[in-house]
């Protein structure tokens, strides 16, 4: 009886296989990988060839112990954000092949306002560092809470505590020539780190110390308003038909290696060999739409989706069309 039952088990397996293989096979094209840009949320001016970023800090009051603590803890995460930002901003293509200088700049307005620097600090900064545009971290205010106390698990004495920054960071981007202020943004955030114990729970101990946790706000301020900055790379999917012929075969093993353009050349040979076979030239002029894409070339991306309309019109062309478009209207905010 069980034979009989894994016999029938067996049976429905292989056909769910044979199912699953033949509906895989008749799909014309193959799924691939590749990375595009991802727009900025803020603008930032065209153009520039060389940025600087500034720390703007404050000293604190002499010989008050509260205003002084609290300068330095600021201190530490503006360091922190701005180095963060530098090294953050290398990874994306708009900044990969720049230097960017990091300076300090102590304000002496008060703190509780956030006002822009005058033009002439701002001119000094980049005739300092021969930029031409500075991005300007103009405050930083970390607001700690701690607290600490103990209570009862149900069999010992237990202790729980917690250290919590209130972190606000301001940002702006200064064009020395348009003498505009661009990229505005205040940063806000709550981090906390908390631990139970069955001993007294202390910062510096279970709890990081206050400027570790500091150099953890300033990292999470710079990281954040770099994406907001700058393009970055996100990975997308792309198809394309790799059946029909042996060079749309001898194609797909090309694109497995990264080698786009000896996969055109393939593609461009069904286009010239098997002109008899519109649905597969239409195919072909698809991959080299694709090809163009990954080389950057929108334009001839284009031309050649039209191309296989003209031959036939394949499904897979009508929304390939959309993220053409959607992506040539991306590089030009770029």
Not at 16 to 25: E, G, K, M, R
Not at 106 to 130: P, V
Not at 190 to 211: A, I, R
Not at 300 to 317: G, T
Request: aromatic share 16%.
């Amino acid at each position: 009886m069980n034979l009989h039952i894994s016999n029938i088990r067996l049976y429905f397996l292989l056909c769910f296989l044979f199912v699953s293989i033949a509906f895989t096979s008749c799909i014309p094209y193959k799924p691939i990988g590749i990375q595009t840009l991802k727009p900025a949320e803020l603008s930032l001016p065209k153009n520039f060839s060389q940025p600087v970023i500034v720390a703007g800090l404050y000293k604190g009051i002499k010989g008050v112990e509260e205003s002084m603590a609290q300068a330095a803890i600021d201190s530490t995460a503006a360091l922190e954000a701005v180095l963060v930002l530098t090294e953050t901003l290398y990874q994306s293509p708009l900044f990969a092949e720049t230097e960017i200088p990091v300076v300090i700049n102590y304000r002496e307005d008060t703190s509780k306002t956030i006002i822009a620097y005058d033009w002439t600090t701002i001119d000094s900064i980049a005739n300092d560092n021969n930029a031409d545009l500075v991005i300007s971290l103009e405050y930083m205010k970390l607001t700690p809470d701690v607290d600490s106390y103990s209570y009862w698990d149900g069999s010992l004495n237990a202790y729980y505590g917690y250290l919590t920054y209130k972190v606000y960071a301001y940002w702006r981007v200064y064009d020395p020539y348009t003498r505009k202020i661009n990229a505005a943004y205040l940063y806000r955030d709550t981090l906390t780190w908390e631990k139970y114990d069955y001993t007294s729970v202390k910062v510096g101990y279970q709890l990081p110390g206050f400027f570790s946790a500091a150099s953890y706000c300033g990292y999470a301020a710079g990281v954040d308003y770099a994406g907001m900055i700058a393009p970055s790379w996100m990975d997308e999917k792309r198809v394309y038909f790799a059946k029909g012929s042996k060079e749309m075969r001898k194609a797909q093993g090309f694109v497995k290696e990264n080698m786009w353009f000896d996969a055109a050349s393939q593609w461009q040979q069904v286009i010239k060999t098997d002109s008899s076979k519109p649905k597969l030239c239409a195919q072909a002029a698809f991959n080299l739409a694709l090809a163009n894409e990954i080389s950057g070339n929108f334009d001839v991306a284009k031309e050649w989706l039209n191309k296989s309309e003209e031959y036939y019109k394949i499904p897979e062309i009508e929304w390939y069309r959309k993220i053409l478009d959607y992506r040539i209207r991306v590089m030009d905010k770029l």
